[in-house]
């Protein structure tokens, strides 16, 4: 069964730092552009970085651009998100997800295949 299991979630004062982690069963994760989304209560779902299938290009939203840092390890079937300076505003739901289009194509949920379950990230001030 192919699945996306994230972890690392947590509660963190304001400033602090986190690291979630993606680890993938059933599929290779080389084959996908890989991104991380949030959704926190009452708002959309929203890209937070993403990152080809090599690894050379990355994208992030303006609002967590110089804060956090996405990575990849085909070698592990793993990817990651390190989140520093993070902020109240950054308090969510974080789920990684795979996609198997173009890089041009990698702003919307919409525009991804598989998603893991989530993990509630939480800062407080």
């Known amino acids: 069964q192919e699945q996306l299991v994230e972890s690392g979630g947590g509660l963190v004062q304001a400033g602090g730092s986190l690291r979630l982690s993606c680890a993938a069963s059933g599929r290779t994760l080389s084959s996908y552009i890989m991104g991380w989304f949030r959704q926190a209560p009452g708002k959309e779902r929203e890209v937070v970085a993403a990152i080809s299938r090599s690894g050379v290009l990355i994208y992030y939203a303006d609002s967590v651009k110089g804060r956090f840092t996405i990575v990849r390890d085909n070698a592990r079937n793993t990817v990651h998100l390190q989140m520093n300076s993070l902020k109240p505003e950054d308090t969510a739901v974080y789920y990684c997800?795979?996609?198997?289009?173009?890089?041009?194509?990698?702003?919307?949920?919409?525009?991804?295949?598989?998603w893991g379950q989530g993990t509630q990230v939480t800062v407080s001030s």
């Open positions: 997800a795979a996609a198997s289009g173009y890089w041009t194509r990698r702003f919307y949920p919409s525009d991804y295949d598989s």
